[in-house]
């Protein structure tokens, strides 16, 4: 197996969700052809272009 490519995801978000809430993600996922974090990624980026255009965010 080749290594992976280098990649600007350094960081990590840990959540709490109940199994019912895991399992529509994952239904979710499946039906758009993704894993969770995939979806999720694609998700946020979505939610995000909806509600503020090509603003970059805020640099923290």
Do not use: C, H, W
Request: hydrophobic share 35%; no cysteine.
């Amino acid at each position: 197996m080749a290594p992976r490519p280098p990649s600007d995801r350094n960081e990590r978000l840990n959540v709490r969700i109940a199994l019912e809430e895991m399992d529509m993600i994952q239904m979710l996922a499946d039906d758009a052809g993704l894993n969770v974090s995939d979806f999720i990624r694609s998700f946020i980026r979505t939610a995000y272009r909806e509600r503020f255009g090509d603003t970059k965010p805020k640099p923290r």
